[in-house]
């Protein structure tokens, strides 16, 4: 009995995922980084991206007009 409980706490430790634990000089643990954090970031990357493009393509039509110089002789 005692190997099946042991297998399964290697099968869940192992399908838990990743952690990044960040410590400062004095060994105290500042900030974790899971798996989880990944995500939220790729998802903002790609917000901001589309943020871009969408502001970007608003602003030049608006900038694009064609100044027409008077052509009277000088």
């Known amino acids: 009995m005692k190997n099946l409980k042991q297998d399964l706490k290697l099968t869940s430790a192992a ?6 634990h960040i410590y400062d ?17 790729g998802f903002g990357l790609g917000m901001g991206f589309i943020a871009a493009l969408v502001g970007t393509n608003l602003i030049l039509p608006a900038n694009s007009k064609v100044v ?5 002789p000088t």
């Open 15 to 20: 399908n838990e995922g990743w952690a990044i």
């Open 25 to 41: 000089g004095d060994r105290h643990l500042r900030c974790t980084l899971d798996s989880s954090h990944g995500w939220v970031f």
């Open 68 to 72: 027409e110089r008077s052509s009277a």
